[in-house]
């Protein structure tokens, strides 16, 4: 349905300055807890038929253990994309969503999906045909909630983080975030982002509207901030991190907040100073007395990590310095499904190429259930999520290899489209969870 691409560090262009609320001023906290407090039971969808198809395979050989897997993955709450359609039929299936998790009293997480030019045109290519036909479906998806429902929305995974400026050809200068001029596709894609966000807190004023920012692995924190608020991120609940992505939950804790410090900063602190906000491409600040490195994405971050390159203490303390007791506020959701045990690091020298590391990598597990507000050290943290269908392909990805249409990590086979079931996959996600499966989910 999705695909990922980790970027390196992105220079961060020079900005006019963007005078910007902090999220939802001094009631964000309450209003989040009043939301979704410990304990939210989260909507499970259907079943999908290629997950039905396995559990019956797989039953019917023998294999009970692995069925029994795949129905403990499937029956996770987990997200429902919304990709395409007309206004009227987008409008019928939130609504019919929406009411079914009512029936059932839990809360649903819906993603918008459908913005013009979405994923470069590669794996999960498609969208709407123009930004005024963008528009028109938002207001179908807004006008399918109930007014005074609680559901979380998740508008438009990589919208911001991979921009028509930084797909490849688009821009002279790739990897620099531009002023994006009246009238291009980048100006026309932030705003429609911010257009869905619009629409939807207005028909459902309790909506949980989360902007996606990417994940840990790919913008620096200014680059990325400045995009979120560019899209009006003060006006939402906050943004999202990690969809459809492998990246440690410990590191999109870390960079998570520090987008929401990011944020308190250049729009309180010093306006529009983006530059000046720490990231994980170079840790230094007072705790380690200036002596930054380069934080490495396959290790799990932490302020007491022995290893340099693991270690936050040093943009930790950087923003505590900076921000001088101005409080973050904006908060932000993890996707959980597929981080159990992290990214992918190919071995060396395999592949001459990109290894597409965010395309159906092998040794992957399910992450951490569903939940909100899991984690005391990270209060802005408001849930994990499963936003990506685990078990569903990324794409047919060959590793880069010149003229190939098979994947070596997959024993040479051609991987299912992007969305389409990928029952290898499904089972190694299962098999390899972090927390394991106990055997106690209900059918």
């Not at 359609?85 to 929406?98: L, T």
């Not at 230094?284 to 693991?310: F, I, M």
């Not at 007791?325 to 592949?351: L, M």
Request: proline share 7%.
């Amino acid at each position: 349905m999705i695909n990922r691409f980790t970027r390196s560090a992105l220079v961060l262009a020079s900005a006019a300055a963007i005078a910007a609320a902090p999220l939802l001023g001094a009631s964000s906290a309450s209003a989040s807890s009043a939301g979704l407090p410990p304990g939210t039971q989260f909507f499970v969808p259907h079943i999908a038929d290629g997950a039905q198809a396995q559990i019956a395979q797989l039953t019917r050989s023998g294999d009970k253990t692995d069925a029994a897997l795949i129905r403990d993955e499937v029956s996770t709450p987990q997200a429902v994309w919304f990709t395409g359609g007309s206004p009227k039929q987008v409008q019928q299936q939130v609504r019919q969503v929406a009411q079914e998790a009512a029936g059932k009293r839990t809360v649903p997480t819906l993603v918008v999906y459908n913005v013009p030019g979405r994923d470069c045109s590669q794996y999960s290519s498609g969208g709407a045909s123009s930004d005024a036909a963008y528009r028109t479906w938002a207001d179908g998806f807004a006008s399918g909630l109930t007014h005074q429902q609680r559901v979380v929305v998740i508008v438009e995974p990589d919208g911001l983080a991979n921009l028509p400026a930084d797909c490849p050809g688009a821009y002279t200068n790739p990897g620099t975030y531009p002023n994006p001029a009246p009238g291009t596709a980048t100006a026309g894609r932030i705003a429609d982002i911010a257009y869905a966000a619009k629409v939807i807190g207005a028909s459902d004023p309790n909506a949980l509207v989360y902007l996606d920012a990417g994940n840990s692995a790919w913008h620096n924190v200014g680059d990325i901030t400045r995009r979120l608020e560019d899209a009006g991120v003060a006006s939402t609940q906050g943004f999202s991190l990690n969809v459809s992505n492998y990246q440690w939950s410990a590191n999109s804790n870390s960079y998570g907040t520090w987008i929401s410090d990011c944020i308190a900063y250049t729009t309180t602190v010093k306006v529009g100073d983006f530059g000046s906000c720490g990231d994980q491409y170079w840790s230094g600040g007072p705790a380690n007395n200036w002596q930054g490195v380069a934080l490495d994405s396959a290790r799990q971050w932490s302020s007491t990590a022995a290893d340099p390159t693991a270690n936050t203490a040093g943009i930790d303390s950087r923003y505590a310095s900076e921000l001088a007791g101005t409080a973050a506020t904006t908060h932000f959701v993890v996707d959980t499904s597929r981080d159990g045990q992290g990214p992918w690091t190919p071995p060396a020298g395999k592949y001459t190429g990109d290894p597409q590391t965010w395309c159906n990598p092998p040794g992957t597990g399910l992450g951490a259930r569903p939940d909100a507000h899991p984690s005391t050290a990270f209060p802005l943290l408001d849930a994990n999520l499963w936003v990506k269908t685990p078990g569903e392909s990324d794409g047919q990805c060959n590793r880069s290899v010149s003229g190939s249409t098979t994947d070596p990590e997959w024993g040479g086979i051609t991987d299912p489209a992007a969305g389409a079931w990928f029952p290898q996959a499904a089972l190694q996600l299962a098999q390899h969870a972090a927390p394991a499966f106990d055997g106690t989910t209900r059918h």
